[in-house]
T-cell receptor, first 115, second 109 residues
Framework: GAVVSQHPSRVICKSGTSVKIECRSL??????MFWYRQFPKQSLMLMAT?????????EQGVEKDKFLINHASLTLSTLTVTSAHPEDSSFYIC???????????FGSGTRLTVV | TQLLEQSPQFLSIQEGENLTVYCNSS?????LQWYRQEPGEGPVLLVT?????EVKKLKRLTFQFGDARKDSSLHITAAQPGDTGLYLC?????????FGQGTELSVKP
């Protein structure tokens, strides 16, 4: 079945630094990938939709200059949290939609802690 | 305003009891999915419902999609401690998957 690998699974960074999270579709091509943020005891909130070779579409209230998304190939999308602050600490999850087949496959998430 | 209203948000029951989780919206969805998520992991797909009125069963779990494709329910029969987790409904709208608030289920032995 379709597998999405997300890396790293956990990261701790200092305030003011940037962190990059990778999302890879291992055995399928993903024209579209999605990035979600999840706070403790809450649901997944869609941050942005990432399309291969074009600019990401951000949801209302998500700062595009803070959360940089790059989808350079059909199997890789990256989310960079720039100038991280403690309030950016959260669980970030990506998902990928398989080209031509639909459906969504989720990564295992990245726990970001900003200290 | 939440696009998908999921209820209840928290549920604590004893082993052997039955329960139902509801997912409601004023919008029509081309499909609706139910996921289960363990702490520190990504959500895992349980089922996708596509046709209005559709009923799907997965062992002790029964999923129903409303006739108008605006709502869905998840019924668990004879809940077990292994059913503990976060249950999420999600609707496919315009090529994006939007999640309900989630239901934190705790089944006590």
């Amino acid at each position: 079945g379709a597998v999405v690998s997300q890396h790293p699974s956990r990261v701790i960074c200092k305030s003011g630094t940037s962190v990059k999270i990778e999302c890879r579709s291992l055995d399928f091509q993903a024209t579209t990938m999605f990035w979600y943020r999840q706070f403790p005891k809450q649901s997944l909130m869609l941050m942005a939709t990432s399309n291969e070779g074009s600019k990401a579409t951000y949801e209302q209230g998500v700062e595009k200059d803070k959360f940089l998304i790059n989808h350079a190939s059909l199997t890789l999308s990256t989310l960079t949290v720039t100038s991280a602050h403690p309030e950016d600490s959260s669980f970030y999850i990506c998902s990928a939609s398989q080209t031509g087949r639909g459906g969504y496959t989720f990564g295992s998430g990245t726990r970001l802690t900003v200290v | 305003t939440q696009l998908l209203e999921q209820s209840p948000q928290f549920l604590s029951i004893q082993e052997g009891e039955n329960l139902t989780v509801y997912c409601n919206s004023s919008s029509v969805f081309s499909s609706l999915q139910w996921y289960r998520q363990e702490p520190g992991e990504g959500p895992v797909l349980l089922v996708t419902v596509v046709t209005g009125g559709e009923v799907k069963k997965l062992k002790r779990l029964t999923f129903q999609f409303g006739d108008a494709r605006k709502d869905s329910s998840l019924h668990i029969t004879a809940a077990q401690p292994g059913d503990t987790g976060l249950y999420l409904c999600a609707g496919d709208q315009g090529g994006k998957l939007i999640f309900g608030q989630g239901t934190e289920l705790s089944v006590k032995p």
